[in-house]
């Protein structure tokens, strides 16, 4: 299978390179649709994976008629998949004579506008207590008329938190085909059409709650399907650990008791919510006794927190505050809910009340599965922490948890197990050239599932030889034992090296403390230079907004920490030296890192071997793909942690980047003698 001659000529101007890499995954994954069983598919920087799974999908797709679900981490990739690359490969297809494709993107239901909803809040606003008030409802009321897809994400006006919860559609709320908008309503529509389409283009988040619905023997979000592509793979697992987890909130408590009844004696209006729309004798009170059993029962469960600090998870304690402390008031709410809903002026409000009452009966069944520890020792149950609340010298829960110790089983059993052919494709699924880590990781290292199991390697493109340069200091403190002295070593190499390249930089940190630490050493240099530093947490400014000044800015500098270790995508010069401070282990630390570490060792398994170790090596990989980004980029990737070098297992994060000129560090700085890499080659 040829890419590039079947889509470049496909629009006008538009070209794609003859990459064999490229080609050779395509064929690959057109096998494993066709025979069946899982393909682990890595993909370096350029490849140009997106094409390379999305051509023999639709093929199989048009072919079949059935649907193939490809399913993205981000919105952001899963939007470009829809706008950008699926028009495309469905144009090329469209003229090899295989057309018509029918493609849908769906996204998860909280993500869609009820019409329905909105009309009631547009009716009922003024007795409901809700920040944008009218003026926001109206504004989606204009933005609904011409919406085609109804989504948050493609508003173009911001809207309040606590007004989308009362307009989003949600299966408590919903009259299904009995509803007066259900043959134009965003979300049906989107599911109507997706039991016709060819390939339907999802985000982990839905393909996981899909799973947990068909788990609790639900009907699941989506249609039945034999093939699944997995793209940005290797967030899967730990998100499927997060998403299958259940829980309560403090904060959905607080926001229960505001849609019921918000009292605010300065308003003109007075009491607000379901009740003051429905009066219900003792709502009042009952309303007001669930909010104070919240804080008493959240309150109850902060005071186990001890020394863990606000961002540090504990333990559920053995000895719990009692389910009755917010069942009993909830109950009674729901009793009263039943009679507001059975003297309703309207079917509307019967529904609000009805659907309310469903929520009230969930939060209680998740909680009850919580204390109960349902699960036994297949979970671990966990407090976290309220911040705010202890930044205010109060000391409660944010939630309570219970988090599945081995997501890898319940992929394999519910999801993987049910399809025919599985595609999942990354840019680092491998440790070296082995797999075994992500193999492990989705429970596919043993049973019948494993021996389906095919791997491939479909290398960047990219001449990283030319390309890159690797600086390795030849002598660092230790980051955990000499953790002072350490950073002073970092930010002597980090200001001589920003000097030497006059920013264009990309400094990436493990944890805030040494950012900030960093970041304030070296301020006052970066200004006298005319350097722009840019620092993630500062000045307000979100990632997308960090990450556009720094692409127009040359002369600049961006540190960041975590989520800018990928989906960074800065070709040219203005990321031309990118310098990683320390190796991106996880702290081994907290109940459920504790818990699965404990879990491998009762199975024989070292968990530094088997989790700590190659999970770093992959997130090093993620921050190593930042710097090139294109055949013509050049740059510098400097690596300030010896422990690469001085400690056994450091080849093997070595082994794992692309092969390329490898130099020493006597002292801070460019070494005397060797050229300058910045910028683009010409």
Request: glycine fraction near 8%.
């Amino acid at each position: 299978m040829n890419i590039s001659e079947r889509l470049s000529t496909v629009v006008r101007g538009f070209t794609i390179e003859n990459r064999p890499q490229q080609n050779a995954m395509a064929k690959s994954v057109e096998e494993t649709l066709a025979n069946g069983g899982v393909l682990m598919a890595e993909a370096g920087t350029g490849v140009g994976k997106s094409f390379a799974y999305l051509l023999p999908a639709l093929e199989y797709a048009l072919k079949k008629g059935g649907p193939v679900v490809v399913s993205t981490h981000t919105l952001t990739l899963q939007e470009q998949l829809y706008r950008k690359d699926l028009p495309i490969v469905i144009k090329a297809l469209e003229k090899e004579g295989l057309g018509p494709v029918n493609a849908v993107l769906m996204k998860g239901r909280g993500n869609y506008l009820s019409k329905r909803r909105l009309k009631l809040a547009l009716e009922t606003h003024q007795q409901m207590e809700l920040v944008g008030e009218a003026g926001e409802f109206l504004s989606m009321q204009e933005w609904a008329a011409d919406s085609a897809e109804g989504t948050l994400s493609t508003t173009t006006f911001p809207i309040s938190g606590e007004s989308w919860g009362e307009v989003k559609s949600d299966p408590y709320h919903c009259l299904g085909p009995r509803c007066e908008t259900y043959e134009t309503c965003f979300y049906h529509s989107v599911r109507r059409k997706a039991y016709t389409a060819h390939l339907i283009l999802v985000n982990h988040a839905l393909l996981l709650a899909d799973l947990a619905l068909k788990m609790d023997e639900q009907q699941g979000v989506l249609p039945p399907y034999e093939v699944l592509i997995v793209d940005e793979a290797h967030h899967l697992p730990a998100l499927a650990a997060e998403h299958l987890a259940t829980s309560v909130t403090f904060s959905e408590c607080l926001a229960l008791t505001r849609r019921l009844l918000f009292s605010d004696d300065k308003s003109k209006e007075g009491k607000k919510g379901l009740f003051a729309m429905m009066p219900t004798s003792g709502a009042g009170e009952a309303v007001m006794n669930f909010k104070n059993a919240a804080e008493r029962f959240f309150g109850q469960l902060g005071a186990g927190m001890g020394d863990g600090g606000p961002n540090r998870s504990y333990k559920l304690p053995e000895i719990t505050p009692p389910l009755e402390m917010l069942a009993d008031p909830i109950r009674k709410i729901e009793s009263l809910l039943e009679l507001a809903e059975s003297s309703a002026t309207s079917e509307e409000l019967a529904l609000e009340a009805r659907g309310t009452r469903e929520e009230c009966k969930g939060l209680i069944q998740r909680l009850s599965y919580i204390l109960d520890r349902a699960w036994d020792e297949e979970a671990c149950y966990i407090v976290e922490p309220d911040a705010g609340a202890l930044r205010r010298g109060e000391i409660r829960a944010a939630s309570v948890k219970a988090i599945p110790l081995d997501a890898s089983a319940l992929i394999r059993e519910h999801l993987l197990s049910s399809v025919k052919s599985v595609v999942f494709t990354s840019a680092t699924l491998s440790v070296g050239k082995d797999f075994s880590y992500f193999k492990h990781a989705l429970g596919l290292d043993d049973g019948e599932l494993s021996m389906s199991v095919h791997a491939i390697q479909a290398g960047s493109p990219f001449d990283f030889k030319k390309q890159v340069t690797l600086f390795l200091p030849r002598s660092m403190p230790h980051p955990r034992r000499e953790e002072a002295k350490y950073t002073d070593s970092v930010i002597e190499y980090v200001r001589a090296s920003l000097k030497h390249s006059h920013g264009k930089a990309f400094v990436l940190f493990t944890s805030f403390k040494m950012l900030r630490q960093v970041a304030e050493a070296i301020r006052k240099d970066l200004d006298q230079m005319g350097i722009t530093l840019l620092v993630q947490g500062e000045d307000g400014w979100d990632r997308s907004k960090l990450l556009q000044v720094f692409r127009e800015d040359v002369n600049s500098v961006l540190l960041g920490v975590n989520s800018f270790w990928e989906g960074v995508d800065v070709p040219g010069e203005a990321l031309s030296n990118l310098i990683i401070t320390k190796l991106p282990f996880q702290v081994p630390e907290g109940p459920l890192i504790e818990a699965r570490h404990a879990r491998l060792k009762e199975q024989g398994l070292e968990p530094f071997q088997v989790e700590s170790l190659p999970e770093a090596v992959l997130r090093l990989k993620q921050g190593f793909g930042r710097l090139i980004r294109s055949a013509t980029d050049v740059g510098t990737v400097t690596i300030l942690d010896s422990r690469v070098t001085t400690e056994r297992w450091g080849r093997i994060f070595l082994n794992a980047l692309p092969e390329c000129e490898v130099v020493y560090l006597s002292k801070p700085g460019t070494p005397e003698g060797h050229p300058s890499r910045k910028g683009k080659k010409g």
